[in-house]
């Protein structure tokens, strides 16, 4: 059984269709994985009953010849997307205990495709977090931290039980979310493929808010074609979401290509930063090689702003967040700390119930929009914010893509870092800017560094772009040729 | 501009979060420490610059003013931490 944990999902379809393995087996093989993996602590909850069940139904569909675009893959969802029954926490003691009465558009689009729930994957409390390390269940172990090394590495975040249950084989893919970087990060830190869509490619109904105007769904898994594939089954128009496109989804996983023959590809000169590690460096440079080698033309652009994106991200961000999380106030759903009164029972519980850099956060959303302040952080972010963006769209007019490093480093250990929040934010310094123009950018695992960790390479689109980020994350990933597996990996 | 813990009281205060008396002066120095490193957007000309508060034009057509669902009052209660007779139960209001 265990050849089958090591199957993507677009190998594992294949087999499906032609009746050679069962969806059963296939989860069977999911499941027995996740206990093996248990370790890692990429589950807040495991659904192995429902996954099952599912995978009964689909073997059905498939036997009749009939059958969705997923049908019978099993995959893992982030604790964030709302799961009609199943429990659904965000990573957060104040919803510790909460069970959605609905679904979120996107995993209803995934169970109506045939996808099968392993299970909900941990991630730093809302999202928050560039590390896992916040969540209220628990730190995620990165698989690729060297057997016996203590403390044990971070996965990334805030999606890093996503990334962590993808890159050690206890499923072939998982969805995430990403508000500043929370998918590429984690996938550059675990040796996978992590894609964000263009801001309004995936509804976000039925997702846990965290900063309304930042968060995006997108797709973890082991290749570009099956990120692909798992993205297209997410995505679509939905009339909950204000902010969805009514825009057709293309056929990323059938109309990849991997040619970047005549695409410029722009490599911009503020993301050369000071201090940068000599192998981040110069692995940017052999991906920018590898797609000269194939026929794309490299030019040097400039994104003037890029370093007050973090900045910007940090008022923006948790302005929203300060705004969306007033809702937990203990009513009508998750913890309540009764009090004295009402006021005292909402303090009582949000005080129980947020962990520390929720709370952080909340409390700088609530200061920078609190009377007095609001031009000067608020609006001034929002202003800054729309420079940004015209980089980007200045950037655009000369190339079809961007090339950049995805994270300033390799994954580090639990721990490092968490005294210092500023230097915990600088980990999102390559992506935050694509949140913030709203833009699609995929992590391709590129390398290892000089210690034998994965380092991952970001592709930027224009908006609505993703087919021409695929291609080249493609290019890359063929270049790249990385085999490298984390220890323990199952046999092939 | 400098943060001073009474205004990070305040501010928990205003944000409903109860943050024990011990740790108001380590969260005072953090906020600060944040808020400084922010404030750098001062340096940016954002003269004339309208401010984006939507990143693509979505223009929302309006939907029908039609009953899309409802009547399903055992869901919305189901994680009511306490509820009686069909109602959630919260702690006086008015007094």
């Known amino acids: 059984m265990s050849g089958l944990a090591r199957l993507g999902l677009v190998e594992a379809r ?28 990429a589950f807040i909850t495991e659904t192995p009953e429902r996954a099952l069940s599912m995978a009964e139904a689909a073997d059905a569909r498939l036997a009749r010849g009939a059958g969705g675009l997923l049908e019978g893959l099993p995959v893992a969802v982030k604790d964030l997307f709302c799961t009609a029954g199943v429990r659904t926490t965000a990573g957060s003691k104040i919803l510790a205990n909460f069970v959605p009465p609905y679904e979120s558009t996107v995993t209803a689009k995934l169970w109506a495709e045939g996808a099968v729930l392993l299970g909900k994957t941990n991630l730093d409390e809302f999202a928050m977090g560039s590390s896992n390390t916040t969540s209220a ?56 493929v992590g894609i964000k869509p263009t801001y309004g490619r995936c509804s976000r109904f039925g997702i846990v808010a965290f ?48 040619r970047v023959k005549g695409l410029r590809i722009g490599i911009p000169k503020e993301y050369r930063l000071d201090g940068m590690p000599a192998e981040v460096e110069a692995l940017w440079a052999r991906g920018a090689d590898w797609l000269r080698a194939q026929g794309a033309e490299l030019v040097e652009v400039s994104l003037p702003h890029t370093r007050y994106a973090l900045p910007t991200y940090y008022i923006v961000a948790p302005a929203e967040a300060s705004s969306n999380l007033a809702r937990y106030d203990g009513m009508r759903y998750g913890l309540r700390v009764p009090g004295r009164d009402l006021v005292d029972t909402y303090k009582r519980t949000r005080g129980a119930g947020f962990g520390a850099e929720v709370r952080r956060r909340i409390l700088i959303g609530t200061y920078v929009l609190s009377a007095g302040y609001y031009d000067a952080y608020y609006l001034k972010a929002q202003k800054v914010r729309r420079k940004i963006v015209q980089d980007f769209e200045a950037a655009f007019a000369r190339c079809d893509a961007l090339l950049t490093p995805t994270a300033p480093s390799a994954a580090f250990a639990i721990g490092e870092k968490s005294d210092d929040p500023v230097s915990m934010y600088l980990n999102d310094v390559f992506t935050v800017t694509v949140n913030l123009a709203g833009l699609p950018g995929i992590s391709v695992p590129a390398g290892l560094s000089a210690s034998g960790l994965p380092l991952g390479l970001q592709v930027i689109g224009r908006p609505w772009d993703e087919a021409t980020i695929l291609d080249v994350a493609r290019a890359l990933e063929v270049a790249a040729a990385f085999r490298a597996l984390p220890p323990g990996a199952p046999e092939a | 501009m400098s943060l001073d813990r009474a205004t990070v009281a305040r501010v928990a205060d205003l944000a409903r979060i109860a943050v024990p008396e011990e740790q108001l002066e380590p969260l005072v120095a953090e906020l600060a420490k944040i808020l400084a490193w922010v404030e750098q957007l001062a340096e940016v000309d954002t003269e004339g610059v309208e401010p984006l508060r939507s990143v693509h034009p979505i223009r929302r057509a309006l ?33």
């Open chain 1, 137 to 192: 269940f628990g730190p995620v172990i990165n698989p690729w931290t060297p057997p016996g090394r203590e403390p044990p590495l971070v996965p990334g975040g805030s999606s890093g039980g996503s990334a962590a249950a993808v890159a050690g084989f206890l499923c072939p893919a998982a969805t995430g979310t990403d508000t500043g970087g929370s998918i590429r990060q984690p996938a550059s830190f675990c040796g996978i």
């Open chain 1, 211 to 258: 900063a309304s105007s930042l968060d995006q769904a997108g797709a973890f898994a082991r290749s570009v074609e099956d990120a692909a594939l798992l993205l297209q089954a997410m995505a679509g128009f939905d009339p909950k979401d204000g902010t969805s496109a009514d825009f057709p989804v293309p056929d990323w996983s059938g109309g990849l290509t991997g």
């Open chain 1, 14 to 41: 294949a087999r499906l269709r032609r009746r050679e393995i069962s969806a059963v087996e296939l989860t069977r093989a999911c499941l027995e994985a996740m206990e093996r993996g248990r370790h890692l602590n």
């Open chain 2, 63 to 95: 939907r029908p003013d039609e009953v899309a669902d409802g009547n399903c009052r055992e869901a919305i209660l189901a994680n009511a931490p306490e509820r009686e007779d069909g109602f959630f139960v919260v702690p006086r209001v008015v007094e």
